[in-house]
């Protein structure tokens, strides 16, 4: 039988609920404890494959194919296990699947209704992703805060839970705001106390209140929480901000979490191993030499469009004993001739993914500045595709090759529209998603990275290399050095006579982890190491 452990926020969003999830899961599995974890969407979406990233930050895809929450992100990385699609579940899909039920006629003359139907259905998917990952404890945490209009079915189906598995199998923590307040000088526990009110109201007593904090929190805060929200003192933990989300697990440790919850739901008690967490910790909070890394993109404004390119740097950066500063540059700032210097000063220049027209001359200026000033670059997706129409405007001496994605009409489509894409109307969950094999060419930087000839990657994307222009683009000193295994579809090209400028048709930083770098990543941020090297 499985056990839950239920996260909630109270106060506001943007606590890091997802990072204390995935934490508490890491000091679990750091005790042998086989853990899985999922999060539930309020949203009536069916998946963020659809939302803005300026609403959504990054769409993180599964090597299912499923395209989820950034939030699984974190999980992955810290647990440090692949996550099947039912790991993210979101009201848009609950009430999908009733609906299509109700016009089966499965509920046989019922009036369906949110108690018990739509409840159950969301309890179905817990104890099923529970029973399908194999895990001791299922980790589930609730977006968005308590109070929120669209978050109550999932609230009142988490609290009938602990009546459907038993006490001892369920628990239940909830993440709140502990705020400072500079003109008195005083962190305030009120929010706190409503936030649990709140939960209380709904029939939930939290077993853990973990406090968020930017101040270090004295014992009578904690001991003032418990008396108002009948939480044990100890079970009051406060989580001040740290200097990198890795940390948070040691800090959880540290306030003794995990062995109050292998206490709570009656786990095999054991000695937690966070050894090579802690050398993880340790060599990100080194101070090390900066490398400056320039991240052309559209939505620099808002770092989480980029969770996992950011994190993969990071992930590069500490296997190179580098600390890699990143400098956020607005592609459609470069059009207008201003933010270069950002770029001509990084050590390295990465694209990442991207739909859409707008920005992309922009970063088509910042490939061909990589290319012609033989910066290492890093184009992934939409950066593979970006570098390759440069390549292509400069072989054939015309500003007009394109993507058929920025323009309909170019006489020259170097980038085109996969052919199983023609006739797709549909926008959601329709694109070429998830893990697929691809062939690595000997004798190019892939397969240095790589260093075998089968990979498998995620994938994210409509459009592709157009083959018909293959040839004049090798000419031009393109390395296809990646392909689909039938050798149709281009995956990974690289540019001949650079130190190292690369891009992916995939998205390598899905698959980066803090103590397994991704090879592209490690690399990349490597041939940046080598250029300085070569300048001083
Ligand atoms: N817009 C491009 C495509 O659909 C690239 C997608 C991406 O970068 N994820 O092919």
Known sequence: M?????????????????????????????????????????????????????????V?????????????????????????????????????????????????????????????????????????????????????????????????????????????????????????LSWSGELKTKPTQHSVKELRGIGIQPDVIITRTDRAVEKAIQDKIALFTDVEPDAVIPLVTSDTVYEVPLVLEEAQLGGLIVRRLELPPAEPDLGEWQELVQRIKAHNPQHCIALVGKYVELPDAYMSVKE?????????????????????????????????????????GGFGHRGIEGKIAAARYAREHQVPYLGLCLGMQIMVIELARYALGSEDANSTEFNRKTPYPVIDLLPEQRGITDMGGTMRLGAYPCRVRPDTR???????????????????????????????????????????????????DHP???????????????????????????????CKRGLE
Do not use: C
């Open 60 to 180: 993180y895809v599964l090597e299912d194919g499923a395209e989820t929450d950034l939030d699984l992100g974190h999980y992955e990385r810290f647990i440090d296990e692949n996550l099947p699609d039912d790991s993210n579940v979101t009201t848009g899909q609950v009430y999908s699947h009733v609906i299509a039920k109700e016009r089966r006629g499965d509920f046989l003359g019922a009036t369906v209704q949110t108690v018990p139907h739509i409840t159950n259905e969301i309890k179905r998917r817990i104890a099923s992703a529970a029973e399908k990952s194999g895990a001791e404890v299922l980790i589930v945490e609730v977006g968005g805060t308590v109070g929120d209009i669209e978050g109550q079915p999932f609230l009142e189906a988490i609290r009938q839970m602990r009546h459907d598995v038993g006490r001892e199998n369920a628990m239940y923590v909830h993440v709140t705001l502990l705020p400072y």
């Open 312 to 352: 993969a740097l990071l992930h590069a950066g500490i296997s190179h004993n580098v600390d890699i500063d990143v400098a956020w540059v607005d592609s459609e700032e470069l059009e207008h001739e201003r933010g270069w210097e950002e770029v001509h000063q990084a050590d390295g220049i990465i694209i990442p």
């Open 446 to 496: 892939a397969w240095d990275a790589y260093g075998q000839e089968l990979i498998s990657e995620r994938r994210r994307h409509r459009f592709e290399v157009n083959n018909q222009y293959r040839a004049l683009l090798e000419q031009a000193g393109l390395i296809v050095s990646g392909t689909s295994p039938d050798g149709n579809l281009v995956e990974i090209a690289e540019i001949a």
């Open 500 to 530: 190292w400028m690369l891009g992916s048709q995939f998205h390598p930083e899905f698959k980066s982890r803090p103590n397994r770098p991704h090879p592209l990543f490690r690399d990349f941020v490597g041939a940046t190491k080598q």
């Open 2 to 58: 499985p056990k839950f452990i239920f996260v909630t926020g109270g106060v506001v969003s943007g606590l890091g609920k997802g990072v204390t999830a995935a934490a508490i899961g890491r000091i679990l599995k750091a005790r042998g404890i086989k853990v899985s974890i999922q999060k539930l969407d309020p949203y009536v979406n069916v998946d963020p494959g659809t939302m803005s990233p300026y609403q959504h930050g990054e």
